[in-house]
């Protein structure tokens, strides 16, 4: 009876775990800090149907900013190079997220090098944690965005996971305070095996749609 109720312990433990991995959106001990503050993050769903953790300040009122000031996008941490993810990986991902995500954002608004009293300021960082959840195998996970778990122990299959994490604002620059802030949570292309490597081509498809959103954003139809 013992060795029963173990079991059934067990494998509860183990669908818990596979639940919160299998989850849509970040969750908080992914949050990586680069934000100063995640209270009031709600889930929804953005333009293209992606769930996202997003706030918005309700006074915000995009027809009265006129510009938008540029902040490259970065990593936060800074990453370390791996077997799986190397150096090139690294910078073809962060120049590849930066490019992309200032065409889609200049799009909405003019991009300016110095912000007037009707700007935003743009930041955003591809984010992360790296950390060991019992009965999953992670394999060179590197403490930025990029998360590949391992799911042959869990699963039997051979098959691993990617995804990548992004957090982002948008600052009022008269008054220095965030009027939108975002938390997203990206599934890129499965990799064979634990040594294959990573490459911009496993994730570009998440930046894509982070992009896409970037361009379509309206406060107004935000779904939950």
Known sequence: MRTKTLFKVAALSGLLMLAGCASKVAQPDQYSGFLKDYS??????????KPTLRWVDPSYDESKYDSILWTPVTYYPTPKPTTQLGQKA??????????????????????????????????????????????????????????????QMATGHRTMDTH???????????????VIKVVRKGEGKELNNENAPMTLATLKQVVDDMATDATMFDVTKTAK
Not at 117 to 144: M, N, W
Not at 164 to 178: Q, R, S, V, Y
């Open 40 to 49: 009031g993050l709600q889930q929804t769903t953005s333009a293209s149907g």
């Open 90 to 151: 690294l910078n073809d991902i962060q120049a590849y997220t930066d490019s992309k995500l200032k065409a889609a954002v200049g799009q909405r608004k003019p991009i300016v090098t110095t912000p007037g009293k009707h700007s935003l300021i743009f930041r955003g960082a591809i984010t992360g944690v790296s950390s060991q959840k019992e009965g999953l195998q992670f394999y060179e996970v590197v403490p930025v965005a990029l998360v590949v778990a391992g799911t």
């Open 164 to 178: 990548l994490f992004f957090e982002g604002e948008l600052i009022d620059a008269a008054t220095n305070k965030p």
